[in-house]
T-cell receptor, first 115, second 110 residues
Framework: EPEVTQTPSHQVTQMGQEVILRCVPISNHLYFYWYRQILGQKVEFLVSFYNNEISEKSEIFDDQFSVERPDGSNFTLKIRSTKLEDSAMYFC?????????????FGQGTRLTVV | GDSVTQMEGPVTLSEEAFLTINCTYTATGYPSLFWYVQYPGEGLQLLLKATKADDKGSNKGFEATYRKETTSFHLEKGSVQVSDSAVYFCALSDLNDMRFGAGTRLTVKP
């Protein structure tokens, strides 16, 4: 069964450093998302991406965050200058995009720890 | 904007008990509705979905019916098992976005 793959599974970084989280979407999917989850709690929407541009972003997704799909396969989330409060699980999700009924498929997540 | 409200947890049940997790939504259009499940240390997995009013989604003994008149999509299971212990998320989506409820932690005791 096709799956969404995220790397790394765990990243530890020092405050102020840049991190890049990577996601390989399911091959025929067109919509891509990043979510974060702090301490196993609420799943918070960060950003949605379609046709090589951001379609919507949340208040959390400030200037420190960026997304891109540089090579047509990997979908990346970059945090330019990490803060302690960025520590969370980050999930990539993708959808085929054939209407609202198209479910999102999630990767296993990247646990980001900022020290 | 569109949003989802779930009953607060945690919920603790004995094996073979009946489960209901309430979910209500607010939406301007006609979203699709989903339930996702998250087992410890894992990502979210699709459990079931419904794409229009009165649709019933079902999977692994779980059911939920899309009720437009009450804007609800409550999750039910007639007899829970220890293996059902997880966090359950209600979600709604339009074409572009998917929004999740806060999640309800279910613990099933033998």
């Amino acid at each position: 069964e096709p799956e969404v793959t995220q790397t790394p599974s765990h990243q530890v970084t020092q405050m102020g450093q840049e991190v890049i989280l990577r996601c390989v979407p399911i091959s025929n999917h067109l919509y891509f998302y990043w979510y974060r989850q702090i301490l196993g709690q609420k799943v918070e929407f960060l950003v949605s991406f379609y046709n090589n541009e951001i379609s919507e972003k949340s208040e959390i997704f400030d200037d420190q965050f960026s997304v891109e799909r540089p090579d047509g396969s990997n979908f990346t989330l970059k945090i330019r200058s990490t803060k302690l409060e960025d520590s969370a699980m980050y999930f990539c999700a993708t959808r085929e995009g054939t209407g609202a009924g198209s479910p999102a498929f999630f990767g296993q997540g990247t646990r980001l720890t900022v020290v | 904007g569109d949003s989802v409200t779930q009953m607060e947890g945690p919920v603790t049940l004995s094996e073979e008990a009946f489960l209901t997790i309430n979910c209500t939504y607010t939406a301007t259009g006609y979203p699709s509705l989903f339930w996702y499940v998250q087992y410890p240390g894992e990502g979210l997995q699709l459990l079931l979905k419904a794409t229009k009013a009165d649709d019933k989604g079902s999977n692994k003994g779980f059911e939920a019916t899309y009720r437009k008149e009450t804007t609800s999509f409550h999750l039910e299971k007639g007899s829970v098992q220890v293996s059902d212990s997880a966090v359950y998320f209600c979600a709604l989506s339009d074409l572009n976005d998917m929004r999740f409820g806060a999640g309800t932690r279910l613990t099933v005791k033998p």
